[in-house]
């Protein structure tokens, strides 16, 4: 799946997204108003690790020392 929208008048961003997780794939930003008229082109693109207990453990957060942890 591919959506366009233009941010600004000058800029063009172009995003791929998975059709079934919706996840971004990639994202192509087109930019005509950059220095001396000359468009720019920036490409990212988009890879995920699997969910696996190690992958998951990185994105556990330590609250930190005078906060409290809200319920989920």
């Known amino acids: 799946m591919e959506i366009s929208a233009p941010a600004t008048p000058t800029l063009r961003v172009l995003l791929w997204v998975d059709a079934q997780t919706y996840l971004p794939l990639r994202q192509v930003k087109l ?42």
């Open 31 to 72: 930019d005509s108003g950059a220095t001396n008229y000359q468009e720019t082109r920036k490409v990212y693109d988009y890879q995920f690790l699997p969910a696996t207990p190690a992958n998951l453990a990185t994105l556990t957060l330590t609250v930190p020392r005078g906060y409290k942890q809200a319920p989920s």
